[in-house]
């Protein structure tokens, strides 16, 4: 079964910058979109860019545009979304999400993972 | 993009009905039938529950069903069971710099 699990909670410092990882398994790795999507305290989620693993391209949020990096590791079936210039309003939980079989929308989601910047 | 508007709470008691609303814009919700729901135990992974407007992935009851009518899509879930409880969110393609807007999640209470 398609399983997303990421990495393990962070705590950062202002200006710092964090990358947080999403290993995929259960299908075919370079098929799918990869999502990311924010959700800070008391707010809704927030999409932030998704990358296409088969040719490689990806597109960000203008929110996020000068501050984000997503990237894939296809020998490890893993995506990586690193946001740099960190702020206290980043503090959230990062989701990766596959797109569905069907479209573009987020079909399986991981698990979460709680970045906190704090100085 | 602004976020979808979603009622903050629905509640109902075992069995009956609960509908959620979620309110966009005639360049998200009412351009597109790219709408999708997700039920989200807080702690796991959200689940997909309704894509495209009203579609069901396989093994999601038809207690959940989805429609949409102008600018404002609802989910409707039937027959509401304990297992229910949980933060229901709805999302919709947008196009443009951002792709996707989700909307502001709803609690669901079971009585």
């Known amino acids: 079964q398609v399983q997303l699990v990421q990495s393990g909670a962070e705590v950062k410092k202002p200006g710092a910058s964090v990358k947080v990882s999403c290993k995929a398994s259960g299908y075919t790795f370079t098929i799918h979109n990869i999502h990311w999507a924010r959700q800070a305290p008391g707010q809704s989620l927030e999409w932030m860019g998704w990358?296409?693993?088969?040719?490689?391209?990806?597109k960000y949020s203008q929110n996020f545009r000068d501050r984000i990096a997503i990237t894939g590791d296809t020998s490890a079936n893993t995506v990586y979304m690193e946001l740099s210039s960190l702020r206290s309003e980043d503090t959230a939980i990062y989701y990766c999400?596959?797109?569905?079989?069907?479209?573009?929308?987020?079909?399986?989601w991981g698990q979460g993972t709680l970045v906190t910047v704090s100085s | 993009q602004s976020a979808l508007t979603q009622p903050p709470s629905a509640s109902g008691s075992p069995g009956q009905s609960v509908t959620i609303s979620c309110t966009g814009t005639s360049s998200d919700v009412g351009a597109y039938n790219y709408v999708s729901w997700y039920q989200h135990h807080p702690g796991k992974a959200p689940k997909l529950i309704i894509y495209e407007v009203s579609k069901r992935p396989s093994g999601v009851p038809d207690r959940f069903s989805g429609s949409k009518s102008g600018n404002t899509a609802s989910l409707t879930v039937s027959g509401l069971q304990a297992d229910d409880e949980a933060d229901y969110f709805c999302?919709?393609?947008?196009?443009?710099?951002?792709?996707?807007?989700f909307g502001t999640g709803t609690k669901v209470t079971v009585l």
């Open positions: 999400a596959r797109t569905h079989d069907s479209g573009s929308w987020p079909g399986y």
């Open positions: 999302c919709s393609y947008a196009g443009g710099n951002n792709l996707y807007v």
């Open positions: 990358i296409n693993l088969g040719i490689r391209s990806t």
